[in-house]
């Protein structure tokens, strides 16, 4: 007896458990025909909790009023595990171009759930070029599923005419795999002729290795990278390798990044595959009765390790040493101009001094100026 009052007692503590099935469709489905636009998205996602045959019916009429929100997120991804994909994808394309971006990235980092991969695959089917043309794979970027590759590995073969497209999926399936990337990128640019085209494959070796992630630089993959960008530089076209200087430096190997001027110029460089460059050092000064210039000209050589807009400043400690045989009575501000790109031959950087000479002439025809050569600088 004592034991049968216990439980007695024990069960009217309890709160009674809410209404399911039948009994909790007429609330639910009157909360869901008050609920504004705001509240929408979560009035029909506790309907169609409460009975799913309910919440189908009422789907194409609630799905016309939700708008963008927390609510209509779950609520979203509840209408994808029913198969109503059609209905959110109709819904996504009422949002603003902001909430739409906001929706779709988000709803990447839900593919642990079998229904969201699901619904990008059929999304992809679905609009077809419009995937592409309305971002919606930049979802996939932290969607960590097999149909998440597929669908990307699609875009790179079906966006290759649409470069910025191409870049951005290249880019998107790139974080999706992270390291796993890797020797997709490696056969990519390998089999690269488009200088612009192997330029974006270069850029998404960062990408893999999370350069600018929040997780931050995966530093295996780094390193992975860069042995990648060293094996296929020699074979790459000289244009695309400006970007490899830069991904290089991203990953944090400013050593590998210098010694891509060798092959970015390589059309340029001496027999051993070193570049030269000129320097052009002027000063034109304000003397007591007039105006003169001198000049210091040098030839500066170095290991294929410097780029042109490197050259400036690693010779300014012996630019700094050069005797001035100006008058004491003039002054004025030296002037370090080197050559925009490697220099071949000798002839090259006779005409490279020619044509600083000649603009001299242009800007201060009337000025006196003295030439001076100097020793080559090696770097």
Same mark, same amino acid.
């Given at each position: 007896m004592l034991i049968l009052l216990t439980l007695n007692l024990a069960l009217a503590g309890k709160k009674p458990a809410p209404p399911?099935? @039948?009994?909790?469709?007429?609330?639910? #489905?009157? &909360?869901l025909t008050d609920a504004g636009p705001a509240s929408a998205g979560k009035a029909w996602l506790e309907l169609v909790t409460c009975d799913e045959a309910a919440g189908r019916a009422a789907a194409p009429d609630a799905w016309a009023k939700i708008i963008s929100g927390p609510g209509a997120d779950a609520a979203a991804v509840k209408a994808m595990e029913l198969g109503l994909g059609g209905t959110v994808r109709t819904w996504v394309d009422t949002l603003q171009p902001d909430e739409k971006s906001a929706f779709i990235s988000g709803l990447g980092a839900q593919c642990a759930?079998?229904?969201?991969? =699901?619904?990008? #695959?059929e999304s992809a089917a679905a609009l077809g070029d419009k995937f592409w043309g309305g971002? +919606?794979? $930049?979802?996939?970027?932290?969607?960590?599923?097999?149909? %998440?590759? *597929?669908?990307?590995? %699609?875009?790179?073969e079906s966006q290759r005419s649409d470069r910025s497209r191409f870049k951005a999926v290249l880019e998107t399936l790139a974080r999706n795999q992270g390291k796993a990337a890797l020797p997709r990128l490696e056969?990519?640019?390998?089999?690269?002729?488009? @200088?612009?085209?192997?330029? /974006? +494959? !270069?850029?998404?070796? $960062?990408?893999a290795a999370g350069v600018g992630s929040v997780g931050g630089l995966d530093? &295996?993959? $780094?390193e992975a990278a860069v042995g990648s960008i060293r094996t296929l530089a020699p074979k790459l076209p000289e244009l695309a390798l400006e970007t490899a200087r830069t991904t290089l430096l991203a990953l944090r190997h400013e050593a590998d990044s210098d010694a891509m001027a060798a092959q970015r110029y390589r059309s340029l460089a001496?027999?051993?595959?070193?570049l030269n460059y000129g320097v052009y050092v002027k000063k034109v000064a304000t003397c007591k009765n007039d105006k003169r210039a001198e000049i210091h000209t040098a030839l500066v *050589?170095?290991?294929?390790?410097t780029w042109p807009d490197q050259v400036a400043a690693r010779v300014?400690? =012996?630019? $700094?040493? /050069?005797? +001035?045989? !100006? @008058?004491?009575?003039?002054?004025?501000?030296?002037?370090?101009? *080197?050559?925009?790109?490697? !220099?071949? =031959?000798?002839?090259?950087?006779?005409?490279?001094?020619a044509g600083e000479d000649q603009e001299l002439r242009k800007k201060l025809p009337e000025v006196k100026a003295k030439a001076f050569g100097e020793p080559a600088i090696a770097l």
């Open positions: 399911v099935g @039948p009994a909790c469709v007429a609330p639910a #489905t009157q &909360a759930n079998a229904a969201v991969p =699901t619904f990008f #695959t971002r +919606w794979y $930049a979802g996939l970027g932290g969607c960590q599923s097999p149909a %998440a590759v *597929t669908i990307l590995e %699609a875009g790179l056969k990519g640019l390998g089999a690269e002729s488009d @200088p612009e085209l192997a330029s /974006y +494959w !270069l850029g998404a070796f $960062a990408d530093v &295996a993959a $780094a001496q027999p051993d595959g070193s *050589t170095n290991a294929g390790r300014a400690g =012996t630019v $700094a040493q /050069y005797k +001035w045989h !100006l @008058p004491k009575d003039c002054e004025g501000a030296v002037e370090v101009v *080197t050559s925009p790109l490697p !220099l071949p =031959t000798r002839d090259a950087f006779d005409a490279f001094v």
